[in-house]
């Protein structure tokens, strides 16, 4: 499995993924899933991709071969807006899965791919989309301003807290550090090292990060989440004393 | 859907369960998914139920009728150790399931139901089991004891942070509602009333509540949850900032 998340905040946009790929429980490998795409001066992509490894393998190599073909070949150094960004990547997408739908389907195979593309283009806001295996994409929205593909359950929480509380650039990036190790600690199919990408609007180049599993980051935010966490318990009043709670004994039967 | 959990401390046992339950998304209602039998003085169960709800009211419509059947019939005042009560349960839920199968696949519905049983026998230890459709049943384990049944992967995060930090019955009860309400933002087919149940071990007797939509408890959770959560991440460095991180400028191609 895999998960990749991004966030979408005043300053700028977050992405983080993680890089652990699998075929059955044993043959686990580790491949990156955060791509940098800076095809032009005047604009910059991220991609994340989860599902078929084969598929999004070559759809990243298509995206390449593209920008290398003579002028006058769409590709995203083309584009101009992330919305024709987003349907040249699912074009792409589903241009590969259909070159092998025959060879998958005799393995009863599932070669789809989900990606997150984010990025920014001079001139027009940086932004977020996913791009579903069908070709079509949907962005955050203001209300949730991220996206999660991949194992998304066990984390979502945590990026629920940090949209409640308007998250800067530096805070969001451990946010979703926080939301991956906790994805990762219940799902062993997602795991270290993880690549993180931190984007300061209209800066137009990324900073990028790998945490690696010794990190001793890794440990204290564990340390830190179980000490605040306790905390926050302890300062709730006991459940079983409120008055306001409808005791309801003897409904036992019968 | 639903979100049952159940944890087992050295204290004693906590369950709790939302109400909520629908078929489809235009036909929602609320049931009591928590119950309480106390069938005889020596012994009592909790039954937490998830699965189709036809087939969960049959259930315990039958485990009742056994308890008043004449002497003789197996039933849970009969059983003599946990692990038989699961597997009476498991029988049960098998034949409720059996005689509908013919209804039940002419629309494609599934009928079946996954159910928590917790409780104990006077001169056991208590415990908490998961009854699976097939009929057989686990235990939670000493490394991870609790349970869960339904969307159990948004709140599951909270339970591990108890089992780490080896909580009491008060403080459990708190987990339980917080890993409650983080389930029920992230999915709206689980909601409120929630029914918690505390069991000291030995008591033979169950202290129950229900927990409203409208409870002061739940905001002020929320209000605490991010209050310490921020706090957390404000302890921590910043991930951008740790020499430890491989920083990976410039890799973007092409």
Known sequence: MTYCLALRLDDGLVFMSDTRTNAGVDNISNYRKLHILRPAPDRIFVLQSAGNLATTQEVLDRIHHDLAAPAGTES?????????????????SRTVVAAHRDGLMSSGADGTATFILGGQLRGSAPDIMLVYP???????????PFLQIGESKYGKFMLDIAVRAHADLAAAAKIALASMISTAR????????????????????????R??????????????????????????????????????????RP
């Open 211 to 252: 945490i690696t599993e010794d990190s001793t980051i890794l440990h204290r935010l564990l340390e830190l989440w179980e000490k605040h966490i306790m905390a926050a318990l302890h300062e709730l009043p006991a459940v079983t004393d409120l008055d306001e709670l409808v005791a309801e004994p003897g409904r036992a």
């Open 76 to 92: 995203l150094a083309t584009v101009e807006e992330m919305f024709q960004a987003a349907l040249y990547v699912g074009r792409v």
């Open 134 to 144: 069908e070709g079509n994409y949907i962005r955050a929205s203001d209300e949730r």
């Open 186 to 209: 219940a799902n062993l199919s997602v795991g270290p090292p993880y690549d993180l990408g931190v984007y300061r609007t209209d800066a137009l180049t990324i900073d990028e990060f």
